[in-house]
Each structure stands twice: as C-alpha cells, then as structure tokens.
C-alpha cells in the first residue's frame, strides 16, 4: 500500500467531521446576516432596544423547541406542543383568578403536562405507533378538556405582575437589564444540551435515534428514553404557554397554534434531520435566532403573514433538500 493511500482515509475522515461542524454553523452565521441586512433595511433594527425584543421572541420560541428537538432526535415529532402551551397558558390564568397560589398552579400544570407527554411516549413506544398519530390524538383531547373546563377557552383575568415583568423587553434580572425569559430559555438551553451531550441519557438517546432496534442489544432502555423525552417536551410546552400569558396580557385556547410549525422549522432549519439520531440542541438555538430574526424582518418590511409561512417553508423545503441527500445514521450503524 502506498502512502498516499494510507492517508486518504485520514482526509476522508477530516472532510466527515468539517461538514457537522459546518452545518451547525451554518444558523448561527445566516442569522447575522439577516440580522445586519436587516439594520440596513429598517431604521432602529439593531438598536438595543429591538434586540431585546428579538430576544425575548426568541426565548419563547427557543424554550418550547428543546422539547420538539428531543423528540425529532428520536425520529419522532410531537404535535401536541400548540394544545399543551394552551393548557397552561390558559388553566394558569384561570386557576390563579380562583385564588390559587401561584406557585401551585406551575407546579400543578408541569407535573399535568409531564404527565401527558410522557403517557404520549409510552403509548408511541408500546404500541409501535408513529407519535405524529399520537400526540395529534392528545392535542385533540387536550385542547377538548380545555374548552371544557373554560367554556370558551379564552380568559382576560391577570397573571401577577412578575410573570409580564420576566416577559417584558424593558425586563431586568438581578439588576442586569436583560429579561428573565431570557434567562431561563439560557438555563433551559445549557440542562438540554448536558443530557445530550454529557450524560449516559444523551448518549442513550442519541442510540435510539439512530438504531432503535439495535439499542436494547445495547442494553438502552429505549421506552424509557421515550417516555422522558416526551415529558420533557410537554413540560417545555407548559412553561412557554404559563410565560406566553405574561406576554400578551390574557389566555386563550389558540395561543401555541403558531408555535407547532415554528419548532419544527426551528428544529430542521438547524440542522436536525428528522429521520433522528443526529443534530441536536445547539444547532436548533441558531435555527430559533435565524426564524426570529427573519419573520421580524419581513413583518418589518410589510410581509403578511400568509407570506411569511410560504417563505418559511421555503426555507424548510431547501434545508430538508440538502440534508435529505445524507443516509440517515441507522443504514451507517
């Protein structure tokens, strides 16, 4: 064997670990381009104080799609994130007008959301169900009980004051002059990517994602990663919809129905395919700035809305174009 054969799979080697990193920049580095087009297109762009709006859309948005990228991790998808943020948004309003303590409403609804997702993951899991059937099914029954209970699914009593403060952009945390929601999507952002990336569960999601018929030979209890994965992502769901009621001031059973097409296009756009057991976290954060700063810049420049989803799916069906062109993780296992 030649030398130059021996180090071609060396090269080769380089060239596979540069195209992962590549496409986890990739978001990050479009959403500074669009976010300086952006000064150069509309007065008061990057000024401080629109950063700071930026931020807290962002935070909302980033919050709820951790849960939608560890379930497309899995190759799954979770559809009842928009019914979940609605159970919270508006049960939180509701049972803080009746008196409750405010802490045990939170408490209340995360543990009810946990719940939920992860009954979602089990049943996906046991029953060899594919969970966009399933959690379509408890948005369904979810949203239902919701309407139910509220009579219309809409409420304008308040939430207390702290909870339009942690949302507000002239919001400070510990005297520091960024909002809290910014802080805890931070605090959110960095557990996520520790379970992926530094515990034995991560590694143990990652294998399921990948080869969810060879992981139990792996000793990987597959259900289990389901079932936490989905708990996460209703709990996700829930703190973004108690958070979302701070920012707009009211509940209402249609509050999250924006944020089922976001996460996904968050999750894709960053670089997560969703055949699963690739991407994660990381890259999704630059997909939520890379969003957040694009439909800000189109409603900026006039865009209705019925555009702006006909170039955000643009944008996904150019994504899911160049990453479709790789073999999903399994057929390399």
Known sequence: MTPAAIRMPAKFLRGARTAPA???VAPYALAVIVFLVGGQVINGFTDLVNVRSLLVIAALLGIVSAGQSLTILLAGIDLSIPALMAFSNVLSVELYGKGWSFGVVIAALLVGAALIGATSGFVSKKLNAHPLIITLAVSSMVTGGVLTYTQGGESTQALPAWISEAVS???HTAGVAIPAVVVVWAAIAALVVFLQRGTVFGRHLYATGANPSAAPYALVRTTWIWVVCFAL???FAAV???LLGGLSGGASVDAGAPYLFL??????VGGTPLLGGRGGYG????GVLLITVL??????VGVDQQEQQMLLGGLIVAVVAIYGRQASVRTQI
């Open 22 to 24: 590549l496409r986890a």
């Open 169 to 171: 952009p002239a919001g």
């Open 295 to 300: 439909t800000t810049l189109l409603v900026g």
């Open 283 to 286: 890259p999704t954060i630059g």
């Open 233 to 235: 992502s209703a709990v």
């Open 240 to 242: 973004g919809g108690i």
């Open 263 to 268: 996460t996904v296009a968050a999750v894709v």
